[in-house]
T-cell receptor, first 114, second 114 residues
């Protein structure tokens, strides 16, 4: 079955420190990979995506993610965390087929302390 | 505001009543998606449309759920004979086409069944 795993329910980091939110996937073929962020009682905001090309993808608000095909991972990173980055982060995958909707992980709560 | 618009944002209904949610996608986006999200979980795919055609339905979409996109623009999601287990946030999203296009989400419609 196709799936996305976010192994950490919560990640805690101090402001100014680097952060990593982990994501691994299990799909056939060459997937498209996405990260979204959700603030309380809000919808999902798109951060970045990997379709093809350079394994390091840069996105909104200083976030980036690295695609690793051999490890089937797509970890989200940021060099220096801000308190305002505290939110719920979702990794999602779309198998490389026209018409297949996104499959989401369960989400990781990021808490950045000042 | 040119984002995905959902209405109503919040709905409280008694068990057994019918409810309808409306979604207005980003203009000229051909694809429209419905997801459901419960507390502590990632969004779960319900169904999607390519223009007015409903191309895929999840097994989560029971017979009590129906979605339409009559003119290929806005969409409605109706839940008949609501049950307490239907309490969730219903997210609408749209994208230009499929494949690796970014999917943009609305703010969601919260449903509470009492």
């Amino acid at each position: 079955a196709q799936s996305v795993a976010q192994p950490e329910d919560q990640v805690n980091v101090a402001e100014g420190n680097p952060l990593t939110v982990k994501c691994t996937y299990s799909v056939s073929g060459n997937p498209y990979l996405f990260w979204y962020v959700q603030y309380p009682n809000r919808g999902l905001q798109f951060l970045l995506k990997y379709i093809t090309g350079d394994n390091l993808v840069k996105g909104s608000y200083g976030f980036e993610a690295e695609f690793n095909k051999s490890q089937t991972s797509f970890h989200l990173k940021k060099p220096s965390a801000l308190v305002s980055d505290s939110a719920l982060y979702f990794c999602a995958v779309s198998p490389n087929q026209a018409g297949t909707a996104l499959i989401f992980g369960k989400g990781t709560t990021l808490s950045v302390s000042s | 505001d040119t984002g995905v618009s959902q209405d109503p944002r919040h709905k409280i209904t008694k068990r057994g009543q019918n409810v309808t949610f409306r979604c207005d996608p980003i203009s000229e986006h051909n694809r429209l998606y419905w997801y459901r999200q419960t507390l502590g979980q990632g969004p779960e795919f319900l169904t999607y449309f390519q223009n007015e055609a409903q191309l895929e339905k999840s097994r989560l979409l029971s017979d009590r759920f129906s979605a339409e996109r009559p003119k290929g623009s806005f969409s409605t999601l109706e839940i008949q004979r609501t049950e307490q287990g239907d309490s969730a946030m219903y997210l609408c999203a749209s994208s230009p086409t499929g494949g690796g296009d970014t999917i943009y989400f609305g703010e969601g419609s919260w449903l509470t069944v009492v």
